[in-house]
Protein backbone atom coordinates (compact mmCIF):
# COMPACT_ATOMS: atom_id res chain seq x y z
CA UNK A 1 0.00 0.00 0.00
CA UNK A 2 1.21 3.83 -1.28
CA UNK A 3 1.32 6.11 1.94
CA UNK A 4 1.34 9.60 1.10
CA UNK A 5 0.14 12.22 2.99
CA UNK A 6 -3.60 11.81 2.05
CA UNK A 7 -3.14 8.48 3.55
CA UNK A 8 -2.08 10.31 6.71
CA UNK A 9 -5.30 12.61 6.59
CA UNK A 10 -7.74 9.76 6.54
CA UNK A 11 -6.26 7.98 9.45
CA UNK A 12 -6.32 11.27 11.43
CA UNK A 13 -10.24 11.98 10.67
CA UNK A 14 -11.24 8.42 10.98
CA UNK A 15 -9.55 8.81 15.05
CA UNK A 16 -11.52 12.58 15.02
CA UNK A 17 -14.62 10.92 13.86
CA UNK A 18 -14.21 8.09 16.48
CA UNK A 19 -13.27 10.81 19.02
CA UNK A 20 -16.58 12.62 18.13
CA UNK A 21 -18.44 9.48 18.18
CA UNK A 22 -17.45 8.87 21.73
CA UNK A 23 -17.76 12.82 22.77
CA UNK A 24 -21.82 12.39 21.44
CA UNK A 25 -22.50 8.86 23.50
CA UNK A 26 -21.09 10.44 26.32
CA UNK A 27 -22.69 14.16 26.39
CA UNK A 28 -25.95 13.37 24.30
CA UNK A 29 -28.33 14.71 27.08
CA UNK A 30 -26.48 18.26 27.50
CA UNK A 31 -24.83 18.63 24.01
CA UNK A 32 -26.21 16.12 21.59
CA UNK A 33 -27.10 19.61 18.72
CA UNK A 34 -23.18 20.83 18.71
CA UNK A 35 -21.41 17.21 18.80
CA UNK A 36 -23.69 16.53 16.46
CA UNK A 37 -23.05 18.73 14.02
CA UNK A 38 -19.55 18.59 14.08
CA UNK A 39 -19.69 14.79 13.71
CA UNK A 40 -21.80 15.74 10.63
CA UNK A 41 -18.65 17.65 9.34
CA UNK A 42 -16.00 15.32 9.90
CA UNK A 43 -17.94 12.82 8.53
CA UNK A 44 -17.94 14.70 5.41
CA UNK A 45 -14.39 15.34 5.35
CA UNK A 46 -13.65 11.99 5.94
CA UNK A 47 -16.00 10.20 3.12
CA UNK A 48 -14.50 12.78 0.36
CA UNK A 49 -10.80 12.65 1.60
CA UNK A 50 -11.50 8.95 1.34
CA UNK A 51 -13.04 8.71 -1.73
CA UNK A 52 -9.58 10.48 -3.41
CA UNK A 53 -7.45 8.11 -1.28
CA UNK A 54 -9.57 4.73 -2.42
CA UNK A 55 -9.18 6.02 -5.86
CA UNK A 56 -5.80 6.58 -5.81
CA UNK A 57 -4.80 2.92 -4.45
CA UNK A 58 -7.03 1.44 -6.82
CA UNK A 59 -5.47 3.24 -9.97
CA UNK A 60 -2.42 2.55 -8.94
CA UNK A 61 -3.17 -0.85 -8.07
CA UNK A 62 -4.51 -1.27 -11.92
CA UNK A 63 -1.44 0.43 -13.39
CA UNK A 64 0.91 -2.04 -11.70
CA UNK A 65 -0.86 -5.17 -12.59
CA UNK A 66 -0.16 -3.80 -16.26
CA UNK A 67 3.70 -3.52 -15.60
CA UNK A 68 3.87 -6.38 -14.44
CA UNK A 69 1.96 -8.00 -17.10
CA UNK A 70 3.57 -5.96 -19.75
CA UNK A 71 7.30 -6.15 -18.11
CA UNK A 72 7.04 -10.29 -16.78
CA UNK A 73 8.87 -8.61 -13.92
CA UNK A 74 6.90 -9.92 -10.53
CA UNK A 75 8.45 -7.54 -8.30
CA UNK A 76 7.40 -4.39 -10.39
CA UNK A 77 5.43 -1.56 -9.16
CA UNK A 78 3.52 1.46 -10.80
CA UNK A 79 3.57 4.34 -8.55
CA UNK A 80 1.19 7.09 -9.57
CA UNK A 81 2.15 10.51 -8.41
CA UNK A 82 0.55 12.30 -5.76
CA UNK A 83 -1.27 15.64 -5.17
CA UNK A 84 1.46 17.31 -3.17
CA UNK A 85 4.59 16.16 -5.51
CA UNK A 86 2.94 17.53 -8.55
CA UNK A 87 2.07 20.97 -7.06
CA UNK A 88 6.09 21.39 -7.61
CA UNK A 89 7.20 19.32 -10.11
CA UNK A 90 8.03 21.47 -13.12
CA UNK A 91 8.85 18.82 -15.37
CA UNK A 92 7.07 17.58 -18.44
CA UNK A 93 7.50 14.21 -18.88
CA UNK A 94 4.44 11.94 -18.55
CA UNK A 95 5.95 9.14 -17.16
CA UNK A 96 10.06 7.69 -16.24
CA UNK A 97 11.78 4.72 -15.05
CA UNK A 98 15.17 5.06 -12.86
CA UNK A 99 17.89 3.01 -14.47
CA UNK A 100 19.08 2.27 -10.85
CA UNK A 101 15.46 1.34 -9.73
CA UNK A 102 14.63 -0.12 -13.08
CA UNK A 103 11.32 -2.33 -11.56
CA UNK A 104 9.70 1.23 -10.50
CA UNK A 105 7.13 3.13 -13.27
CA UNK A 106 6.41 6.54 -12.16
CA UNK A 107 3.52 7.71 -13.46
CA UNK A 108 2.51 11.65 -13.78
CA UNK A 109 -0.75 12.46 -11.37
CA UNK A 110 -2.36 13.19 -14.86
CA UNK A 111 -1.92 10.09 -16.50
CA UNK A 112 -3.18 8.15 -13.57
CA UNK A 113 -6.18 9.91 -13.68
CA UNK A 114 -7.06 9.80 -16.88
CA UNK A 115 -6.38 5.79 -16.65
CA UNK A 116 -8.94 5.64 -14.19
CA UNK A 117 -11.34 7.65 -16.53
CA UNK A 118 -10.99 5.07 -18.90
CA UNK A 119 -11.11 2.40 -16.98
CA UNK A 120 -14.43 3.32 -15.13
CA UNK A 121 -15.91 4.20 -18.83
CA UNK A 122 -17.64 2.25 -21.16
CA UNK A 123 -14.17 2.57 -23.02
CA UNK A 124 -15.95 2.62 -26.54
CA UNK A 125 -15.02 6.37 -27.29
CA UNK A 126 -11.79 7.00 -25.08
CA UNK A 127 -10.26 10.43 -25.11
CA UNK A 128 -6.87 11.21 -26.59
CA UNK A 129 -5.69 11.69 -23.20
CA UNK A 130 -7.57 8.29 -22.50
CA UNK A 131 -5.61 6.21 -25.12
CA UNK A 132 -1.93 8.55 -24.20
CA UNK A 133 -2.55 7.29 -20.54
CA UNK A 134 -2.67 3.21 -21.61
CA UNK A 135 0.29 3.94 -23.97
CA UNK A 136 2.43 5.59 -21.15
CA UNK A 137 1.81 3.19 -19.00
CA UNK A 138 2.79 0.31 -21.57
CA UNK A 139 5.76 2.20 -22.20
CA UNK A 140 6.98 2.76 -18.83
CA UNK A 141 6.87 -1.00 -18.60
CA UNK A 142 9.30 -1.60 -21.37
CA UNK A 143 11.68 0.34 -19.83
CA UNK A 144 10.79 -1.81 -16.48
CA UNK A 145 11.91 -4.58 -19.03
CA UNK A 146 15.20 -3.42 -19.98
CA UNK A 147 14.02 -1.37 -22.81
CA UNK A 148 15.99 2.13 -22.25
CA UNK A 149 16.19 3.28 -25.81
CA UNK A 150 12.77 5.69 -26.38
CA UNK A 151 12.77 4.80 -30.03
CA UNK A 152 12.77 1.25 -29.56
CA UNK A 153 10.47 0.86 -26.42
CA UNK A 154 8.27 3.34 -27.76
CA UNK A 155 7.66 0.73 -30.83
CA UNK A 156 7.53 -2.08 -28.59
CA UNK A 157 4.76 -0.28 -26.29
CA UNK A 158 2.77 0.28 -29.48
CA UNK A 159 2.60 -3.79 -29.84
CA UNK A 160 1.43 -4.40 -26.78
CA UNK A 161 -1.32 -1.19 -26.58
CA UNK A 162 -4.20 -3.75 -27.34
CA UNK A 163 -3.23 -6.45 -25.35
CA UNK A 164 -2.79 -4.14 -22.63
CA UNK A 165 -6.30 -3.08 -23.75
CA UNK A 166 -7.46 -6.31 -23.68
CA UNK A 167 -6.13 -6.80 -19.69
CA UNK A 168 -7.84 -3.95 -18.20
CA UNK A 169 -11.01 -4.95 -19.36
CA UNK A 170 -11.62 -3.78 -22.99
CA UNK A 171 -13.13 -5.99 -25.48
CA UNK A 172 -10.80 -7.11 -28.47
CA UNK A 173 -12.03 -4.97 -31.06
CA UNK A 174 -11.89 -1.74 -28.41
CA UNK A 175 -8.51 -2.65 -27.65
CA UNK A 176 -7.39 -2.76 -31.36
CA UNK A 177 -9.32 0.65 -32.26
CA UNK A 178 -7.01 2.04 -29.42
CA UNK A 179 -3.82 0.62 -30.13
CA UNK A 180 -4.56 1.78 -33.55
CA UNK A 181 -5.86 5.31 -32.95
CA UNK A 182 -2.02 5.93 -30.72
CA UNK A 183 -0.62 4.90 -33.82
CA UNK A 184 -2.53 6.69 -36.16
CA UNK A 185 -2.85 10.25 -34.28
CA UNK A 186 -0.54 10.51 -31.63
CA UNK A 187 2.78 8.40 -32.56
CA UNK A 188 3.46 10.77 -35.75
CA UNK A 189 3.64 13.84 -33.27
CA UNK A 190 5.95 12.97 -30.93
CA UNK A 191 9.77 13.74 -30.17
CA UNK A 192 12.38 12.98 -32.38
CA UNK A 193 13.92 10.27 -29.70
CA UNK A 194 10.63 8.41 -29.78
CA UNK A 195 10.44 8.03 -33.63
CA UNK A 196 12.12 6.31 -35.83
CA UNK A 197 11.50 6.03 -39.51
CA UNK A 198 11.42 2.04 -39.39
CA UNK A 199 9.02 2.48 -37.14
CA UNK A 200 6.83 5.05 -38.17
CA UNK A 201 6.63 2.96 -41.33
CA UNK A 202 6.01 -0.74 -40.10
CA UNK A 203 8.82 -2.40 -41.53
CA UNK A 204 11.28 -2.86 -39.02
CA UNK A 205 8.88 -4.21 -36.55
CA UNK A 206 5.47 -5.84 -36.92
CA UNK A 207 3.27 -3.88 -35.57
CA UNK A 208 -0.06 -5.77 -35.65
CA UNK A 209 -1.90 -4.27 -32.35
CA UNK A 210 -1.66 -6.71 -29.58
CA UNK A 211 0.27 -9.73 -31.64
CA UNK A 212 2.33 -9.68 -28.32
CA UNK A 213 5.19 -10.00 -30.59
CA UNK A 214 9.03 -8.85 -29.96
CA UNK A 215 11.09 -8.52 -32.63
Not at 85 to 106: I, K, M, R, W, Y
Not at 126 to 149: C, L, N, S, Y
Request: proline letters at 3%; hydrophobic letters at 45%.
Amino acid sequence: MDVGVLTVVVALLVALVLRRSLILRRDWHTARGFATGVLVVWVAVLVTASAFEVKHQWVQARATALVVHVSGSRGAVADCQRFTPELVDLSTTSGFVFSDSQNVAHLRRTVCNDLFAWLRSSKRTPTDAQVRAVHITVHEAMHVRGEFDEGRAECFAMQQDADAARFLGATPAQAAALAQRYYRDVYPRMAEPYVSAECAAGRAYDLTPGDGQFP
